[in-house]
């Protein structure tokens, strides 16, 4: 029991870095998830269709072809990977921000179909009545749209946190399995499950995964029932 209990420094470092990816794949996502759930609930434009099925195409694609497309779109052997890198000193491929890109872009259709739901649930008469009073778009925005559609933003921000911490295919193909530095729980639960005797380390990895994950469910649910309970 001892041993199944004890994370080796490679185990904690996976731990920590999943963690790590997660949050900041949740973080940078929700403002521009905002932004665009706001405008597809909001509006009709001309190509609205393509760009919908542009946004959940991750949802259908295999995620090894996504981290394929990533890896020729961000690559250091593409136009805009040398560009960025020469410019910025900052290696997109096989590194941290690979890793925390591929999460972000098969987190991003999760998160903007919950908040563009959540968004349109909204009755657009109030956001009517408070621009009649004198308030702003921006402010009509963040004083009635957001507080109302919380309980979906919430419930996205979670999904999307969820995800990128089971993300596995687009991040081995596009960030690589390195250890320390790109080397997330899943990446390192498949690296142990390729070595035999390492069953222990597997089952270590596997319930941090569950228990991680299902904290995170059982805040979600408990601050989406405190928010209906504060407005009844």
Known sequence: MTGILNFNEAEIQAILLSIKVAVLCAVILLPIALWLGYKMARYDFYGKPLIESLIHLPLVMPPVATGYVLLVL?????????????????????????????????????????????????????????????????????????????????????????????????????????????????????ANMQIPGKEAATMRLVVVSVVIAFIAMVLSEWYIKKMKHARR
């Open 74 to 190: 961000l690559g250091s052997n593409s136009a805009f990977g040398a560009w960025f890198y020469d410019v910025f000193g900052i290696k997109l491929a096989f590194s941290f921000n690979a890793a925390v890109i591929a999460s972000m872009v098969v987190s991003f259709p999760l998160i903007v179909r919950s908040v563009r739901i959540a968004m349109e649930m909204v009755d657009t008469g109030l956001e009517d009545a408070s621009r009649i009073l004198g308030a702003g778009r921006m402010k009509t925005f963040f004083r009635i749209t957001v507080p109302l559609a919380m309980p979906g933003i919430i419930s996205g921000t979670i999904l999307a946190f969820a995800r990128a911490l089971g993300e596995f295919g687009a991040t081995i193909t596009f960030a690589g399995n390195i250890q320390g530095e790109t080397q997330t729980l899943p990446l390192a639960i498949f």
